[in-house]
């Protein structure tokens, strides 16, 4: 809680998260002004977006809290930072998150310098994380104590199923300096509840499902409308055998084991992918052979000195998982993980935690 009156931007999508959370600050004492930010839509297929809906919600509660609500238009870079990339890279045979480059490029990016340019202290988002501020080190002699700088630390929300830690490992020190996540402390029926006791007309809304730009597609029935469908083979590991057919490798990802066509009975994994060929390799068990995994693109929250143990996630709610990080380059990072069932991917992100609290993160390569 911020202890004077702070000029505050909310990033509000028109769900009931970011609504309570521009509450919990007007409450607080707080100037609040909320942004709508009009996401991309594709031109090329119909897709549900409701973006005009979801504005119209935004403006509910804006009205209901009175506070201005700007609308903000960024879709031709999220077209470029997010969708682009999301295509680009499943065209590669890689597996992205577009979160993570949504909130890297566009909420703690454009949203964020626009809103510091607008005058904000601070800007707000809807994300179920929490930030502390932490003394770094101890003040010298004849040095007054509260000109000692400070770190920021981001953790885990008191709400572990409605976590997003996961798509915020990008966060910078400078960006953290200028980031409230007001609902972080909160559980996802509390939030509800809050929302019903402030009055918001959206109190009892569903939770948004999958990327917005896709919007009540399947994920693999979207890429094929930017990636043409190549019929190819899949085989069997272990011996070569062929077991069935698929529509092109860039559909699947490593450890799926459902979407394809096989002539046994029994499910497999997939555990390979031949980009230039085309070929699915899967296996009736998944067995990580290679627990050596290099990670590009990485970012320290907090760094720890090398080797650091600790644990790390390769997809979202997966399991915490023992690891080691022992190599920082300028290039890459390199880790090890002491599990051998695991379905690791290139193109997905790898968040590192000490206890709760989120070190940092980057893309396995």
Partial sequence: MLNKRKKVFVAMSGGVDSSVAAALLKKQGHNVVGVFMKPWEPSN???????????ESALLVAAKLDIPLLTWDFSKEY???????????????????????????????????????????YIATGHYVRVKKKQKGVARLGVRRDRTPYFFSLYTAKDENKDQSYFLYTLTQE???????????????????????????????????????????????????????????????SDGKILGK?????????GQRHGFDLAVGKPH?????????NILYV???????????????????????????????TRYRQKD??????????????????????????????????GKEVLGGGIIS
């Fill in 79 to 121: 077209q470029k930072q997010v969708a682009e990339y999301m295509i680009r890279e499943y065209g590669k045979g890689r597996t992205p998150n577009p979160d993570v480059m949504c909130n890297k490029f566009i909420k703690f990016g454009l949203f964020l310098d626009k809103a510091l340019e607008f005058g904000a202290d």
């Fill in 45 to 55: 297929i119909q897709i549900n977006c409701l973006w005009k809906e979801e504005r």
């Fill in 269 to 277: 994994y997939i555990v390979a992918k031949d980009i230039e060929k």
């Fill in 246 to 254: 698929h529509q092109g490798v860039w559909y699947y990802t490593i």
């Fill in 321 to 354: 998982l023992d690891c080691t990080i022992v190599k920082n380059g300028s290039a890459e990072v390199l880790i090890k993980i002491k599990q051998e069932k695991l379905a690791i991917a290139p193109g997905q992100a790898a968040v590192f935690y000490r």
């Fill in 175 to 237: 960006q953290l300096k200028h980031c409230l996540f007001p609902i972080g402390d909160y559980t996802k029926s509390e939030v509800r509840q809050l929302a019903r006791k402030f009055g918001l007309p959206n109190w009892d809304k569903p939770d948004s499902q999958g990327i917005c730009f896709v919007g009540e597609l399947e994920l693999r029935d979207y890429l094929k409308t930017v990636i043409k469908p190549r019929e190819g083979l899949v085989l069997r590991k």
């Fill in 283 to 313: 296996d009736e068990e998944f067995q990580n052979k290679k627990q050596e995994i290099k990670m590009k693109d990485f970012n320290w929250i907090n760094k720890g000195e090398l080797p650091l143990n600790c644990k790390v996630k």
